[in-house]
């Protein structure tokens, strides 16, 4: 079967190449194949066709979504990075979270004092945050741009960890973000970095390709420039913060390995990159490089909306 190498991206409608193929290494929730393409005229990384019950693939086991456990003890030093970020670019207390999932770090901002409202797609993280988290306002809804146009709330931050790479148009709800904003609020989003090293070296066994869950890889420029025409102002995009370097870790390196290596079995090399030492010696040098702006496997980017005298 010959696939279609070209397509028009979705968002800029320029001309798009098939950049690979893959299948759900990562969950294994089927054996189909999905497509990849990359945009000529905006960079954009996008899957086509988004399967129509793409739900489906997120599963009963997704890690965001499980609620099981006590909240305090589910708390990560990742959402401790996030509470910082949010702590040193808000003005105010009022917070809109999208795509909270099991509500860690919605349950930390609210313990910190702030307002939080939450817009979340799985039903029963919603129930979860709206009854034991407590959240002020718990949205279960899909449709996140047709939800933000009915509400009434200005926010002093916006935050999506890990959330626009799941969307089928990422692009609609960044635009309808900065009405949502109070003046000098923030919008702050991490994602992915289709710019990273790691997605050089592993290309679709790269684990944030998380085919067919993550739909959109947008470049950091991309994004930024999509921010700045809604009328927001850039305050910072890096890939060095203590957000994103949560997704430096040595774990994350061999995952993308393991996905290469269950591919593309070579018992000599498998053996060679079992070996601790080795690992950990090749690693160092992947950590020397992420180090660099730019070259990390995620991005942090938060953008301002101008104050009413500005
Ligand atoms: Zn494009």
């Not at 739900?55 to 979504?65: E, I, K, L, R, V």
């Not at 409202?117 to 129930?127: F, Y």
């Not at 994004?223 to 890939?239: C, E, N, S």
């Not at 997704?247 to 070579?266: D, Q, T, V």
């Amino acid at each position: 079967m010959s696939l279609p190498a070209k397509t028009h991206c979705p968002y800029c409608a320029e001309s798009a190449t098939l950049l690979f193929s893959v299948s759900d290494i990562n969950q294994n929730m089927s054996d189909e194949i999905f497509d990849y393409y990359q945009c000529h005229g905006c960079g954009l990384i996008f899957l086509d066709p988004i399967p129509e019950n793409i739900h489906d693939y997120y599963g009963q086991a997704y890690s965001a979504y499980q609620t099981t456990g006590d909240i305090e003890s589910n708390v990560t030093d990742y959402d401790l990075s996030k509470l910082k970020t949010v702590r040193d670019n808000i003005q105010g207390d009022k917070l809109l979270e999208i795509g909270p999932g099991n509500g860690t770090f919605a349950y930390l901002a609210k313990k910190e004092g702030y307002i939080v409202d939450t817009i979340e797609m799985d039903s029963k993280c919603s129930k979860f945050l709206a009854e034991t988290i407590k959240v002020r306002n718990s949205i279960n809804s899909s449709t996140i741009v047709e939800t933000l146009k009915q509400i009434e709330e200005r926010y002093d931050a916006i935050v999506m960890w890990h959330v626009l790479e799941h969307l089928e148009s990422p692009w609609s709800v960044l635009s309808a973000l900065p009405d949502m904003l109070a003046p000098n609020g923030v919008v702050i989003i991490a994602v992915p970095n289709p710019g990273s090293f790691q997605f050089k070296i592993f290309k679709k066994y790269w684990k944030h390709v998380d085919a067919p869950r993550h739909t959109m890889f947008l470049p950091a420029n991309l994004l930024g420039q999509q921010l700045v025409q809604a009328g927001l102002q850039k305050v910072l995009v890096t890939t060095t913060d203590s957000v994103s370097s949560e997704f430096n870790s040595r774990g994350w390196w061999l995952h993308s390995l393991n996905n290469f290596f269950s591919k593309n079995p070579n018992r000599f090399l498998v053996w060679l990159l079992n070996r601790s030492t080795i690992n950990f010696i090749v690693y160092s040098f992947v950590r020397i490089i992420e180090r660099t702006d730019g070259s990390g496997n995620a991005y942090l980017a938060i953008f301002r909306k101008p104050g009413s005298n500005s």
